[in-house]
């Protein structure tokens, strides 16, 4: 994926992020992530980002023998049996190589648009740019909205008529805007059919929907709902990613299988190059929604607030990690739970650079 933008360095971003309550994720060497959705005990809609380590293995790996432009040339005719222009609901690539040498660039991911059995064309127009011989690249597939919740649903979201009677799954497109899809139940006939929806279009199926591995995903759960459980072939990602985060809300999953804490995660570096934005207050600063699950009582899960305050002058409560509403308490040792991610909102668009997994943490 291209960008022109900034790179800030950040824990989050890797695979999925579901939501909704969704606190147990586990990680088993086979290559699988279980996610336990639980149920909504309050008493609206919840609304709540939690990550799913989730990485689905590469179809292969290649070295090219010549690159010019938008393609690369391989040895040989191992794509063969590979269609890798297919596309999904909504005209997007399926399909996309990730960069694994040079290494300055490791995690790099983009688009593929064609394929014959020995060349990929990309949607870099300048990929001699970024590549050589000496490259080495995988060729993945996104995970889609059926992967994940079964094309027909077989995880057991609660299904109705549209999206106010449905859970919801939501997704940061590209322009910052969370697009909401949820399946719809057409018992008559007469709604569109059934299947997976997008808010606005009652008819066109999106179980292909595509999930990249830098897109958030936040399940809102109706009241009453109950626990859940989906299995997802994958693992952890091993390498960084570029992520871009926009202006607004970003829900945002954590790549590592541990805990991390807001100290450990990189996401304030001290530049608003490279990190998230301080400031003097909540209102002026980047701002980070953590979820607190409020085990001992359901109905009290909420997101708080948290963002990096700067004292320079020594009479705001002290600078670093701060919890809206208190600006004396030190935040740094506030933990960001492997199950659950973030959500971060900022006012200017940019990019992130999501590190591998334990490289901030001790």
């Given amino acids: 994926m291209k960008t022109s933008k900034k790179i800030i360095s950040l824990i989050a971003g890797t695979g999925l992020l579901t939501a909704s309550f969704l606190n147990a994720a586990t ?22 980002p939690i990550a799913a ?7 292969t790996q290649l070295s090219p023998l010549l690159i010019t432009g938008d393609t690369m040339t391989f040895e040989g005719d191992s794509l063969t049996s590979i269609n890798l222009s297919e596309e999904d609901s909504e005209e997007a690539s399926i399909y996309y190589i990730e960069i694994i040498k040079p290494e300055n660039l490791a995690g790099q991911i983009i688009d593929i648009v064609s394929n014959t059995s020995n060349s990929i064309v990309t949607a870099e127009t300048s990929l001699e740019s970024l590549l050589d011989t000496n490259s080495v690249i995988s060729v993945r597939k996104y995970l889609q909205l ?22 919801t799954v939501r997704l940061t497109e590209s322009n910052g805007v969370l697009n909401t899809y949820y399946f719809q139940t057409d018992s008559l006939g007469f709604l569109g059919g059934t299947g997976w929806r997008k808010e606005g279009d009652v008819s066109t199926d999106h179980a292909t929907k595509r999930i990249t591995p830098d897109q ?21 990602k091993m390498f960084e990613l570029p992520t871009p985060i926009y202006s607004g809300l970003n829900a945002v999953s954590s790549p590592f299988p541990v805990d991390v804490t807001l100290g450990e995660s990189g996401l304030y570096t001290g ?18 929604y953590i979820y607190n699950p409020s085990d001992n009582d359901p109905s009290q899960a909420r997101l708080e607030k ?17 919890k809206d509403g208190d600006v004396l308490t030190d935040q740094s ?24 997994p334990f490289a901030n943490v001790q």
């Fill in 27 to 48: 990680t088993d060497p086979v290559g699988y992530v279980t996610l336990t959705i639980s149920g909504n005990a309050t008493n609206s809609r919840s609304f709540v």
């Fill in 53 to 59: 380590q989730v990485y689905p293995a590469p179809l």
């Fill in 146 to 167: 059926s992967d994940v919740f079964g094309e027909a649903n077989e995880v057991g979201l609660t299904s109705g008529q549209d999206s106010s009677t449905s859970d």
């Fill in 216 to 236: 958030s995903v936040v399940v809102s759960r109706l009241p009453g709902g109950t626990t859940l459980t989906s299995i997802i072939s994958g693992s952890v």
């Fill in 271 to 288: 530049s608003s190059d490279t990190g998230l934005k301080g400031g003097a207050n909540i209102s002026s600063a980047d701002v980070v």
């Fill in 306 to 322: 948290y963002y990096y305050q700067i004292d320079d002058l020594g009479f705001l409560g002290g600078t670093g990690w701060r």
């Fill in 333 to 356: 040792s506030k933990v960001i739970s492997a199950s659950t991610g973030v959500i971060i909102s900022i006012d200017s668009n940019s990019s992130v650079t999501l590190p591998s």
